[in-house]
């Protein structure tokens, strides 16, 4: 019969596409992992590599068992971390990474919502980038995260959505773009762009840079202030600047593409590098009941 850990070590050594290199990571001696693959061969009668050539080849029966595998080991680690939630009362700490955009009334009302209730357990909310947040609950530095989603499948954390966030172009009421009844991307790209980037120069997927001019900032905040100074036009979250629209100190372009706005989805990521607690698991609760509408 077939182990745990001879799954984990075939699994790893589809990743890190060597015997050698999967040893290293194990912290193993390679004859031991190359006899850990040999004997989960034997135990389930498949050839999972072709070894012919000096760097192993999954074969293809190794290819339909491998995702199966790296199921297994998410359900067993997802049980070893329920096991731990439920021998302990509560977390001692619980980090939320959110995109600095996403931080409002609602999500905090959650969050005050459970200081009465664990008492004992310590917050701290992490306001950076989305491309930041994702970094930060990949790395385990934080439970939960939330995000602008960009559709890709998460491997090393688990996702659910929140809802849509409507974005608009926005400029300064003298702005030269203001003049036109329809804007089209050519217009656009003759102005400064103002635009989102994050600490390693990663610019979101919906608002990346098209103008020859272009001014970065790495929180929306910051864009709409030098937008309001009359810097240039840049795309923010409906939400931060209906106060600033309804003052006139910002006017919502109609944008030929996009005239109503662009929509985009939100979502939570949820490390599976730690376990899964009772404070942990409200919050997810709490956020999942807000999944019909936008923070």
């Not at 999972?48 to 199921?71: C, D, H, M, W, Y």
Request: glycine share 6%.
């Amino acid at each position: 019969m077939y182990s745990f850990e001879q799954l984990k070590i075939f699994v790893t050594v589809c990743e890190c596409g060597s015997f050698s290199a999967a040893a290293r990571q194990l912290k193993r001696a390679q004859s031991g992992v190359s006899q850990s693959i040999a004997n989960l061969e034997i135990s389930i009668n498949q050839e999972l590599f072709n070894r012919k050539k000096n760097t192993p080849v999954l074969t293809e029966k190794g290819k339909a068992l491998l995702p199966i595998a790296q199921s297994i080991l998410h359900q067993q680690k997802y049980f070893d971390q329920k096991v731990e939630s439920l021998e302990r009362d509560h977390e001692y700490e619980l980090i939320i990474a959110v995109d600095e955009s996403l931080l409002t009334d609602s999500l905090l009302q959650i969050l005050a919502g459970l200081a009465n209730k664990f008492p004992v357990t310590d917050f701290e909310i992490i306001t950076t980038s989305t491309f930041d947040v994702e970094e930060l609950v990949k790395k385990g530095k934080a439970q939960v995260g939330i995000v602008y989603a960009d559709g890709e499948l998460k491997v090393d954390m688990d996702f659910f959505t929140l809802g849509h966030v409507r974005f608009l172009t926005v400029v300064s009421p003298e702005h030269e773009l203001t003049k036109l009844s329809v804007v089209s991307d050519t217009a656009l790209k003759g102005q400064r762009q103002l635009v989102h980037r994050s600490s390693k120069r990663k610019e979101l997927w919906f608002s990346y840079g098209i103008s020859s001019k272009l001014w970065y900032g790495n929180s929306h905040q910051t864009l709409i202030e030098l937008a309001c100074k009359g810097l240039g036009w840049t795309v923010v979250p409906e939400h931060t600047v209906m106060h600033l629209l309804e003052q006139k100190k910002l006017v919502a372009l109609p944008v030929a593409h996009e005239f109503d706005g662009w929509l985009t989805p939100m979502g939570c990521l949820v490390s599976r590098s730690h376990g899964f607690g009772p404070v942990l698991e409200e919050v997810l609760v709490s956020l999942k009941k807000l999944n019909k509408t936008a923070l």
